[in-house]
């Protein structure tokens, strides 16, 4: 409604804090205003106000409503007047609600308050229909509400704005949004003036006139300021645009003013023309306002960038300067780390020389602290000189600054990064020495693990080699099964070594561990490749079979297809047997079809799973594999699904021709049944027909019906096996249809044979209706006779036989056993008369039954209703005698019933007599029963009440069971029942009584007997405790006389003590302790067991009696002897105490005595061992001369073994004939023998003194004869038990004895090898015993069983024996003493406890033997150290003088070579540093300088080398010597030599690489000044590429290089030296190609910045051709030129894209890049392609463009407006494949042409002749194949066929196919669908051209149109001009897909190849082999080899400048060398004489 949008927009007005813009328009909220009543209650309305006036406190106010006096209303409508205000908004809030409420037009409409008020104008079209009113308001409510006012009605409370103002007219500005919120500056409100229309029409047009002529003043300035500031970076031009653009706009703004006076008061048209013209010209100021602020922009630019060259020039001069000298100390700094790196290679050189890696730590320290701090000098000079630079004014020179200097801080910080590691060189040698140790223990398992890996590889390779067998297999898994458990325990010691390692042993151990990661890598690849081989195998045979089944099912269906051969004529309806044999035949063919190829899907579908769990690459292979069989299996399976259809058609037809067939025959039999039967209907001639007439008749209708059943049977029975066939899911509706009329006519048939049937059935049934009479009057007699015996059985109940009277003394038993035999006769006939009732009855029931079915069949009804009386008659005889047998059953039940009770009673009588008798022993007169017969006389008793209470029990239970019997007879019968039973009970009570006393007086009886028992258990057990007692006492009988003793010596002093103590140790014999104790025991036993029975005894009885009689006086006397056999168990327990305490004592005497004996022993052991081993111990050098003697005798038997003299010799000569060898002589021999003995028997002139007193004697002065022979005879020691025999052969010899340990023997002859086994075996005779035999010295499994005898070492062995015993002494001793202390442990007192003290005291004893024979150890051990050290002494001494002549001899040597390599450097090396400085600038020929100081340096660097290889040769010969003495000083030495050498070999190094840095810069500059010179000649003389080659190739493929530089030569005025002209063509030597020359005279930029093309050199007299965009690429055609007023390089170019030529810009004055250099374009032919002679794709062909061919661009690319093509949807007929293709070509020419064609649509086969029957087929058609007509149509008569002969296009067959069958079926018919190809067309995919190809139409090829012909719009191709390189060919080519490819001259090898000098590749013979990453340079075109085929290219390597030709593809696709596009140009052509780009 109205009133809710107004309240609407007053929520707007007063919603505040959020842009209205935002907010939905919320729903108003109405205000009330109330009546006017006075101050009082003004004020009391505005205390009210929900949303508070300013005098309510509240946030927001509300409009006051209207005050209304006595007159009413003061408000009051006025006449519309003339004035009109407008209400605008000056900003961008128009689509506020609030605004586009108030903004309009409003005419006054009445007064208010003084006041006009205004009405808002609204349009009819508008939606909104809110009323706007503007009013005045006065202060009546409150100064507050005074003002002017917008609100939707004069006074009313929905307001929008407010103005304070108190103007008679509405106030222009300052209007509050809301109403109590901020001024809307924006919001304006005018008066609207009337201004005639003719004027401001004037106005108009003559402000429009003068602003055009403006504006186009200003449009020139503008263009003309553009042009001249062209670059922006002109000083002049950026002036001269100024001067220009600053007038114009002054005159524009003036022209604005104008047009804002102008627009006041004008019509609207005339105000929208005036929009306008400000529109223009506000976008003509602000396009001048922009160009002129970036001209004034660009002037400060300008300024700056004068400014900034001088700084540069200024900043520049000091930082070259600075720069040496920072070069300098940057490189002494990386000097110095480099000397310190090269001396810290001397701690690895010290090897384990602690003291030499100590002393080469401290060179390195110091070495690195020099090189530190040279590094911190220069570092600080380096940060001053950066901190400088920064200052400098120049940003480029400051740049420059920053990164020579950072570089600078990058090398030192490069020398510093090596310099670091040197910081912890200790540490790391330490860390390096424990790493080397674990990986040597590592390396040791890892490397056999490794062999295994290698082996395991070997393995597998084999099964690439030899291929996969199952053998091969095997042993490649056991290879990898072994390499891989070794590795994992590689694996596993590495990680238990890594956690507890740290440092350099973790890295290394990180590093083993990756390279056994690396092998385990390898056995998993090795796996793999198993599995895959083994997979691979598996993968054969699963597609072998896949294929052989896929193969039978084609094999199959090929059959089933042969089937149909007999359909597949034409013949359309074949005679039925023909049909079905056919049919039988195809069903079979289809079934064996189905049945392979259900095996096949299921067979490729299970593999397919199985597949998945193959690798990758196989899965891959046999997925796709087995899902193209699965495909072909498809394509299979839908063929047989066709046959199968066909056939199951062809037997639906068959089947209804059978149906037929058989319902006939049915119908004609059923037409003769009732042709035969027709008389048994007539009622008239049945009654004249006999009976043999009728029968006969009968028969025959019978015969014929059941001939005519049978076949209705076999007939319905194929009807229901085709209606089930029919049922099938693919079986047609109309069959079954058909099946079920048939089946209706065999039911009529069968319906109209039923009725003969019936009529012939009926002949019987008269003679049957009498039979049955008969049979029921013969069952009825039967029943009488049944009835008659029933009751002959029932009387003889009534009398059963009477029983026989026998004599009195006859047997009871006798007579029972005939009364039950009677009972059970009586039984026996009663059940037989029941049975016999039950016969009667139901035979009874059967003849009525007969009779009653009788009865209901109308032939013999009445004469059977006479035999229901007789029934009914013999049932109440039935019942009567069943009656009667039922009272005489019941009369014998009864009896049996009294005769059973009867006989229970009798028997509770028996027992009750028996229970008597047991109870006799127990009677008051037998008080003497003996005690053992107390318990059997106690279980005869009981035995006895058990069977009375028993019978008793069993009787009553008879009785009640009787009882129960009784209830179902007759009443009298019942009640006679029940007294019998009565009278049973009765008595049975009595006999209940007597058994109840008796049981009472048996009990008092019982328990005098218990009582007598339990005394005598009691007096049996007291005995055998005592006697117990007896024995006990006995054996503590042992201690009395020490106990009398103790008595007797109280006061006898000493001495009683003494014996006491001495009578307590001894005691008994073992022997006679132990039996006394194990009869003790055993009687202390026997007791107890007896004791332990009786109290079992005596509880029982206790517990007997108090079930008996609690109170009874039993009970009392056997809980008092219980009481007496608890003492007894006390005693017993006392003497087993004292039984115990005694062999506690005996066994603690025992144990004292056996370990005070051990200890005894071992101290014995101890003390001969100490004896033993006294010489060795001592400090007396007693056994120091045993040792030195043993050295002087082993080193003069040496000497007389290489002498040949014996001892005797020996003596005679060192005695010189004299009695005895002095010491002297006997030294100076020793002396002689030094340089041939071994270092180890060198001893000094003293230790030769000692042994020669010991062999002398102490006092002798000589060593006589004896003594002398005595020590060089020979001696073994036994080191292993061995056998001594007889003889020197083992076999057959006997056995002397067994030699033993450490026995010593005498040699009797020298050691021979036994024959047999080949050991070593001696003649000795041994010392101990003098027996003499043959002892082996070594087993041949590396046993020694004897040893060199020595003093010493016998003597060692001796005492390592005894120590060994003591030993293990020690050990029995200590474990016996632990043994029983443990077994002691538990026990707290007595003997035992002493014991266990005892022996923990004899400890000590054992523990001072070991520390005895302990130190006995040590002393040895010091002793045998002592004379080790005094030989390693003098070894040490005599080692270290050989080292010391040995080592001054190698750095002799070693300072020689060094001395020569430092003189050639001294030579060398200035000279080389003067030419790098210069760049050989004051050499007459640089060139030949640099190779005379690089070849100085080279020969210096060899010397220095060999130096070098020397050192390291003489160290590595160190590495084995002692890490002290001489030569460890020689290492050092050599270290410090080493250091030296590699600092002149680095400095050489660095050297020669400046030189080469040098030459290359030089041979640069040289290349680049010749192609300047070159490229400048070329272009001042105007020279074509082209020309010039021609005329300097002369013919050739190539300018040769003399050529060339005769050109150069002749180059006038070209500034060329010999020397530049020597160096730069080295490049050329294989001459320069066309290619080459090309790049070189051509010169390509490529736009990388937007910049315009002018028409002119100087920018502000060009105008702008065209904008150039990023990567438009310009061909250079005038060299630079520099422009005067600007200094801008600008280069006049050609836009390749569009040809036109202009000028540009190429580098501004700021250094801003427009340009740069770009490579000469190509594009390579990728795929044969036209090449055409305009632009348009559809002009005439110049040429096919081969793959391979280069096209130089000349223009382009463009792109062609986009052609529209036909494309043709469809199919190929050939193969089926579908696509698209097109109609015509871009040309207009068809591709294909539309032609009629035969289409098969009907299987049917093509045969080899027109007669069917004389022909064969060729094979069947498809279904939509097509089919060209060469003859015919025919018709064949006989069979009414129409053929033609046609040719498939399929395959091409030719042969005669059946067009119309002889039913009139069509199999063939004419298409206008199918296509034939004219050319051959790419099949597509899609409907876009160029989408994925399917395959080739072929020409002549058929293709079926599946939709129509479509239209299809393409983008435009890209069309690019160009040249091939080969012959100059000029044309258009189009840039589609990879027809063609950029290219470029620079190639990149991918894959190793060879550099052949040759294009053909036999004839070729190899330069050099090319790497992988070469840069290679194309000197020609890429061309064909003639032979193979490849694309080969003529190539110079960048490397080495080798040429030749080298393959681009292999023939199987890989790429060899590849293009390399967007390639830096080189040289570079930063300036106008700068070379052509190359790519």
């Known amino acids: 409604s109205d009133a809710s949008r107004n309240f609407e927009f007053l929520a707007m007005a007063w919603k505040g804090g959020q842009p209205w813009m935002q907010q939905p328009r919320p729903a108003m909220q109405p205000q009330i205003r109330p009546p006017n009543v006075g101050g009082g209650a003004a004020a009391a309305w505005n205390q009210q106000r929900p949303w508070g006036a300013p005098g309510g406190g509240g946030a927001q106010q509300a409009r006051p409503a209207l005050v209304v006096g006595k007159g009413g209303p003061a408000a009051v409508a006025a006449p519309q007047g003339p004035e009109t205000y407008n209400v605008v908004t000056n900003g961008n809030d128009g689509e506020e609600v609030v605004i586009k409420t108030l903004v309009g037009q409003y005419h006054e409409s009445g007064n208010n308050h003084g006041r006009k008020v205004y009405k808002k104008v609204v349009e009819t079209s508008q939606a909104e229909t809110v009323d706007v009113f503007m009013y005045f308001w ?53 008066k609207k003036a009337a201004s005639p229309q003719i004027e401001a029409q004037g106005a108009v047009k003559a402000a429009s006139s003068e602003i055009v002529a403006v504006s186009n003043a200003a449009k020139n300035a503008l263009q003309q300021a553009k ?323 896929l193969q039978a099912v084609a094999q199959a269906v090929s059959k089933a297809a042969d089937a149909e051969g007999p359909w597949l004529m034409g013949v359309e309806e074949l005679p039925l047997e023909e049909t079905v044999a056919a049919v039988k035949a195809c ?381 179902r007879l007759s009443e009298a019968s019942k009640k006679t029942a029940e007294e019998q039973l009565k009278e049973v009970a009765e008595k049975l009570e009595e006999h209940a009584k007597v058994l109840a006393e008796t049981k009472k007086n048996m009990n008092d009886r019982k328990m005098e007997v218990v009582k007598r028992e339990v005394v005598a258990k009691f007096e049996e057990a007291e005995k055998k405790v005592q006697e117990a007692e007896e024995a006990t006492a006995t054996l503590t009988s042992f201690d009395k006389p020490a106990e009398e003793e103790k008595t007797e010596g109280e006061g006898e002093g000493e001495k009683a003590e003494g014996e006491k103590a001495e009578k307590k140790v001894a005691p008994p014999p073992a022997d006679e302790m132990k039996a006394a104790c194990e009869k003790a025991g055993s009687a202390q036993q026997d007791a107890r067991n007896i004791v332990t029975a009786a109290q079992k005894l005596l509880l029982a009885r206790q517990k007997d009696a108090k079930l008996a009689n609690p109170s009874s006086s039993l009970v009392t006397e056997i809980s008092e002897l219980l009481e007496k056999f608890t003492k007894m168990v006390a005693a017993l327990d006392k003497q087993k105490a004292a039984l115990r305490d005694q062999e506690h004592r005996f066994v603690a005497q025992r144990l004292q005595k056996d370990a005070s004996e051990k200890l005894e022993e071992l101290e014995k052991k101890h003390e001969s061992v100490l004896e033993l081993a006294s010489p060795l111990a001592s400090d007396d050098g007693a056994m120091a001369a045993v040792v030195f003697l043993g050295y002087v005798v082993d080193c003069l038997k040496a000497y007389m073994k290489a002498e040949s003299k014996t001892p005797k010799d020996l003596f005679a000569e060192l005695s010189a004939g004299k009695e005895g060898v002095t010491e002297a002589a006997l030294i100076a021999k020793m002396k002689t023998l030094e340089e041939k003995a071994p270092e180890d028997m060198m001893l000094s002139e003293e230790q030769i003194k000692t042994a020669f007193k010991h062999l002398a004697g102490k006092e002798a002065e000589v060593v006589v004869e004896d003594n002398f022979l005595n020590e060089f005879t020979s001696r073994y020691l036994c080191v292993a038990a061995v056998t001594m025999t007889d003889g020197m052969v083992i076999k057959g010899g006997k056995t002397v004895r067994k030699i033993e340990v450490n026995e010593v023997l005498k040699g009797l002859a020298e050691p021979e090898k036994e024959q047999n086994l080949g050991l070593m075996r001696v003649h000795v005779k041994a010392e101990k015993d003098d027996k003499e035999g043959y002892i082996t010295v070594a087993g041949n499994q590396g046993s020694k069983y004897l040893d060199s005898y020595t003093p010493y070492v016998a003597m060692q062995k001796s005492v390592e024996q005894a120590v060994k015993e003591l030993t293990e002494a020690c050990k029995d001793v200590t474990k016996y003493l632990d043994t029983k202390a443990e077994e002691l442990k538990a026990v707290r007192g007595g003997p035992l406890a002493d014991t266990k003290a005892e022996l923990l005291k004899l400890k000590p004893r054992v523990t001072k033997v070991q520390s005895s024979y302990t130190d006995l150890k040590k002393k040895i051990a010091q002793a045998d150290k002592k004379i080790t050290q005094v030989m390693e002494e003098e070894k040490k001494k005599r080692i270290e003088a050989a080292d010391k002549k040995a080592a001054a001899a190698m750095i002799e040597e070693v300072v020689q070579m060094v001395s020569s390599a430092e003189e050639s450097v001294g030579k060398s090396t200035p000279v080389a540093e003067g030419l790098i400085s210069s760049l050989g600038g004051d050499q007459e020929n640089p060139l030949a300088a640099m190779d005379s100081a690089e070849k100085d340096l080279t020969s210096a660097h060899e010397s220095l080398e060999a130096a070098m290889n020397k050192i390291r040769e003489q160290m590595d010969s160190m590495k084995n010597q002692p890490a002290k003495g001489a030569y460890a000083e020689a290492k050092n030495s050599l270290v410090k030599l080493k250091v030296k050498v590699g600092a002149m070999e680095s400095k050489c190094k660095k050297l020669v690489s400046g030189l080469k840095t040098a030459r290359s810069n030089l041979t640069s500059q040289a290349e680049e000044a010749i192609l300047n010179a070159f490229q400048k000649h070329a272009k001042a003389q105007s020279v074509k590429p082209d020309d010039l080659f021609k005329e300097l190739a002369a013919g050739a493929d190539a300018i040769p290089a003399d050529a060339f530089r005769d050109y150069l030569n002749k180059i006038p005025d070209s500034g060329l030296k010999e020397s530049q002209l020597d160096m730069a063509m080295g490049r050329f030597t294989a001459g320069l190609t066309k290619l080459s020359l090309l790049e070189q005279l051509q010169e390509f930029q490529r736009c990388v910045k937007e910049i315009a093309m002018t028409s002119s050199l100087e920018v502000k007299d060009g105008k702008t051709l065209r904008k150039l965009a990023k990567d438009d690429l310009l061909e250079v055609l005038e060299v630079g030129k520099t422009e005067g007023s600007t200094s801008l390089t600008r280069y006049r170019c050609r836009a390749i894209s569009d040809g036109k030529e202009g000028w540009v810009t190429s580098i501004g004055n700021q250094g801003t890049g427009f340009l740069e250099k770009a490579a000469k374009p190509f594009f390579c032919c990728e795929v044969e392609s036209p090449l055409h002679s305009a632009f348009e794709s559809s002009s005439p062909e110049v040429k096919k463009v081969q793959p391979g061919d280069v096209l130089e661009v000349l223009e382009g690319p463009q792109k062609e407006d986009p052609p529209e093509t036909l494309r043709l949807q469809g199919k190929a007929s050939k193969d089926g494949k579908a696509g698209f293709v097109t109609l015509k070509d871009m040309a207009g020419n068809d591709n294909f042409v539309i032609e009629k064609l035969l289409v098969c649509k009907q299987s049917i086969a093509i045969t080899t002749t027109f007669n069917i029957a004389d022909g064969k087929a060729h094979r069947k058609l498809d279904v939509g194949e097509a089919l060209e007509v060469l003859e015919g149509p025919q018709e064949d008569s006989s069979r009414g066929l129409n053929r033609v002969r046609a040719k498939a296009k399929k395959d091409g067959t030719e042969g005669w196919v059946t067009v119309q069958g002889n039913q009139g079926t069509a199999y063939a018919e004419e298409s206008d669908k199918h296509y034939v190809c004219k050319k051959a067309v790419p099949l597509e995919s899609k409907m876009a051209t160029g989408s994925v190809l399917v395959r080739q139409i072929e020409e002549g090829e058929a293709f079926e149109a599946v939709d129509a012909p479509k239209a299809e719009k393409r983008d435009g191709i890209q069309r690019v001009r160009g040249r091939t390189l080969a012959d100059g060919s000029e044309g258009w080519f189009s840039i589609t897909g990879k027809s063609f490819v950029p290219w470029s001259s620079t190639y990149k090898c991918m894959q190793a190849t060879t550099l052949n000098d040759g294009l053909e590749l036999k004839e070729a013979k190899t330069v050099r082999k090319l790497e992988v990453g070469e840069v290679l340079e194309a000197l020609q075109a890429p061309v064909k080899e003639p032979t193979a085929g490849l694309l080969r290219v003529r190539v110079r390597a960048k490397k080495d400048g080798a040429c030749g030709f080298a393959t681009i593809k292999g023939n199987q696709g890989t790429v060899i060398l590849k293009s390399i596009l967007n390639a830096e140009p080189s040289p570079s052509k930063e300036t106008p004489a700068a070379a052509p780009a190359k790519k």
């Open 587 to 967: 069903e079979a063919a289809a079934t064996a079809a189905n049945t392979a190829t259900s095996i096949a899907r299921m067979f490729i579908a299970t593999k397919l799973v199985e597949a998945k769990r193959f690798t990758a690459d196989l899965s891959t292979e046999a997925t796709t594999k087995l899902k193209a069989f699965q495909a072909d299996l498809e394509t299979h399976t839908k063929k047989l699904t066709q046959l199968k259809k066909n056939t199951s058609d062809r037997k639906t037809g068959m089947t209804m021709r059978e149906a037929e067939h058989e319902i006939k025959k049915a119908e004609e039999l059923s037409a003769k049944v009732a042709e035969v039967g027709a008389v048994l209907l007539d009622d008239e001639k049945l009654g004249e027909m006999s009976s043999e007439a009728l029968k006969k008749a009968s028969e025959e209708t019978i015969k014929a019906e059941q001939v005519a059943s049978k076949h209705l049977a076999d007939a319905r029975k194929f009807l229901t096996a085709r209606q089930i066939e029919a049922k099938a899911k693919d079986a047609s509706s109309d069959v079954s249809a058909e099946l079920i009329k048939c089946e209706t006519r065999l039911r009529t048939a069968q319906t109209e044979m039923a009725k003969y049937k019936k009529a012939a059935s009926t002949v019987d049934q008269r003679l049957a209706a009498k039979k049955a009479c008969e049979d029921a009057a013969a069952k009825l007699d039967a029943v009488g006779e049944k009835l008659e015996k029933l009751k002959e059985m029932s009387e003889a109940l009534e009398n059963p036989p009477e029983k026989t009277e026998g004599s009195k003394e006859g047997n009871e038993g006798e007579e029972k056993a005939a009364k039950e035999s009677q009972e059970k006769a009586l039984q026996k006939n009663v059940r037989a008369a029941e049975q016999c009732a039950a016969d009667v009855q139901a035979s009874l029931k059967a003849a009525s039954r007969f009779v009653e079915m009788q009865t209901r069949s109308q032939t013999a009804s009445k004469d059977i209703e006479t035999m229901k009386p007789r029934i009914d008659e013999l049932q109440e005889k039935l019942d009567a005698t069943v009656a009667a047998m039922r009272e005489r059953s019941e009369k014998a039940v009864l009896a049996t019933i009294r005769s059973e009770s009867e006989g229970r009673v009798q028997e509770v009588g028996e027992s009750i007599k028996k229970l008597v008798e047991a109870e006799k022993p127990f009677l008051a007169d037998a008080k003497d029963l003996p005690a053992d017969q107390v318990p059997e006389a106690l279980a005869a008793l009981e035995a006895a009440v058990t069977a009375a209470n028993s019978a008793v029990s069993g009787a009553k239970t008879l009785v009640g069971v009787k009882k129960l019997a009784a209830r």
């Open 227 to 549: 042009a001249a500031a062209g670059g922006y970076l002109s000083m002049d031009g950026l002036k001269q645009a100024e001067a220009l653009l600053q007038p114009q706009l002054t005159a524009l703004a003036e022209s604005m003013k104008k047009l804002t006076e102008a627009q006041r008061g004008t019509t609207p048209e005339a105000l929208r023309q005036i929009t306008q013209l400000r529109t223009a010209l506000q976008t003509l100021m602000s396009g001048i306002n922009v160009e002129l602020g970036k001209v004034r922009a660009s002037k400060g630019k300008a300024e700056q960038a004068e400014r900034d060259k001088a700084a540069d020039e200024r900043d520049l001069a000091v930082f070259m300067e600075v720069l040496p000298e920072a070069t300098q100390k940057a490189n002494a700094a990386e000097d110095a780390v480099e000397k310190a790196v090269i001396t810290s290679e001397m701690i690895l050189a010290g090897g384990d020389d602690l003291e030499e890696v100590k002393e080469a730590v401290a060179a390195t320290e110091q070495a690195m602290q020099d090189a530190q701090k040279a590094m911190g000098e220069a570092r600080i000079f380096l940060n001053a000189k950066q901190a400088s630079a920064r200052r400098f004014e120049s940003e480029k020179v400051k740049a420059k600054a920053a990164t020579d200097l950072g570089q600078l801080q990058s090398q030192l910080q490069e020398a510093q990064n090596k310099l670091n590691p040197l910081k912890n060189v200790r540490q790391d040698f330490v860390q390096r020495q424990a790493a080397k140790k674990i990986v040597e223990e590592i390396l040791e398992k890892l490397s056999p693990a490794e062999v295994d890996v290698d082996r395991a590889e070997e393995a597998t390779a084999l099964l690439k080699d030899q291929g996969t067998n199952k053998d091969v297999m095997q042993q490649a898994m056991t290879a990898v099964t072994k390499a891989s458990d070794h590795i994992n325990q590689v694996m596993r010691f590495i990680e238990s070594k890594k956690n507890s390692s740290v440092g350099k042993a973790k890295e290394e151990l990180l590093k083993l561990e990756e390279r056994a990661r690396g092998s385990q890598t390898r056995l998993t690849e090795f796996k793999n490749s198993q599995r895959e081989a083994t997979e691979r195998l598996g993968l054969e045979g699963l597609l072998k079979e896949a294929s052989d089944k």
């Open 138 to 190: 006065d202060q009546r409510d409150g100064p507050a509400f005074e003002g002017w006012w917008f609100g939707n009605k004069v006074g009313g409370t929905q307001v929008w704005s407010h103005n304070a103002s108190k103007d008679m007219a509405p106030p222009a500005a300052g209007w509050k949004i809301p109403w109590d919120g901020a001024v809307r500056a924006t919001l304006a409100v005018a």
